[in-house]
């Protein structure tokens, strides 16, 4: 057996051992909901794969919690070297070294693209296939990107498990969730923003102690009275904590996956609140059922959602 092969089956086999220690992580998928957007814009302007850039953000920030991302908005934990905006101070190799720091994360992002794109020891990766994930992995650490051993090999088992690589293949994204990047990571009740998930072709937050129509408008730069008539809501309505808020218009129909399943009353549910959970029109879901407004359901009704 060549030393070559020996290598590359070394790299495979550790490849393999870190991603079956690896196991799927809420907190990385909203992370990866919140930013992939971002990322496909950077690939679309700079060539790096989206992938890339979403595994190195999960890592280096911990999904968005470490202390560099909190603080200064470093997603990639770039050290300063010649910077002369904003910093913040951190233990690493060395007690307190610099790092950079930003108004937002688009800064953080953006700066991370700068970065590859014009320093000289990464020129190599753009002669890589923009889908190459794994030769742009094993470049980086090869190029003196991280220090860990087996860095690539974690970029790799993270790119891999969240299928990452599907976004390799996107021509466009959505301007809503790359303008999102532009504020700083703070919602106007003074906490860390609510992460927005998606659903049936929509994007939603969930509701917490505190909120208001307004503050989410304000938080999600939304105009609030748009926000609440997408919930088929009166402007000034009481919100629940725990309930689903959706931010664009609902759909008319359910989800694919449940045609020719209907969905059967529990206690406590009204039409909207099942209109909600499916993410569709409450005037939908009357007229799919051939129902009127004043219909009152009861508890082991089977309602068509799609």
């Known amino acids: 057996m060549t030393k070559k092969l020996i290598i590359i089956l070394t790299f495979i086999l550790n ?4 991603s079956a220690q690896m196991k799927w992580n809420q907190r990385y998928q909203t992370y990866i909901n919140q930013y992939r957007d971002l990322a496909i814009e950077q690939m679309l302007k700079y060539k790096i794969p989206a992938s890339i850039t979403l595994a190195q953000g999960l890592l280096e920030s911990g999904a968005g919690y470490s202390e560099l991302a909190m603080k200064g908005n470093n997603h990639f934990g770039i050290k300063c070297h010649g910077w002369t905006g904003r910093t913040t101070y951190h233990d690493d190799d060395e007690k307190q070294e610099c790092f950079r720091a930003y108004n937002n994360v688009f800064e953080s992002y953006e700066d991370h693209s700068l970065l590859l794109t014009k320093q000289p020891r990464y020129k190599g990766l753009f002669s ?4 190459d994930y794994v ?6 650490k090869k190029c003196g990107y991280a220090t860990s051993p087996t860095y690539a090999q974690k970029l790799i088992g993270i790119i891999e498990l969240y299928k990452l690589h599907e976004y390799d293949k996107a021509k466009k994204f959505d301007r809503f969730m790359e303008r999102r990047s532009f504020k700083d990571d703070k919602s106007a009740n003074g906490g860390l923003e609510h992460p927005i998930h998606m659903y049936n072709n929509n994007y939603y937050i969930i509701v ?3 909120d208001t129509f307004k503050s989410l408008g ?3 730069g939304l105009p609030y009275k748009k926000i609440a008539t997408f919930n088929e809501r009166g402007k000034n309505d009481k919100l629940e904590k725990g309930e689903v808020i959706y931010l664009k218009k609902k759909q008319k129909k359910a989800e694919k996956q449940y045609k020719r399943r209907p969905h ?11 209109a909600q959970l499916y993410g569709i029109r409450l005037k939908s879901l009357y007229k799919m059922n051939g129902l009127t407004p004043d219909y009152s359901i009861k508890v082991g009704d089977k309602l068509r959602v799609r």
Do not use: C, D, F, T
Not at 15 to 18: A, G, I, N, T
Not at 128 to 131: F, R, V
Not at 264 to 274: C, D, L
């Open 135 to 140: 030769g742009w992995a094993k470049g980086l």
């Open 15 to 18: 490849v393999l051992q870190l």
């Open 128 to 131: 890589l296939n923009p889908k």
């Open 208 to 210: 917490r102690s505190g």
């Open 264 to 274: 059967r009353v529990k206690a406590g549910e009204s039409m909207y609140s099942i």
């Open 218 to 220: 304000r938080e999600l």
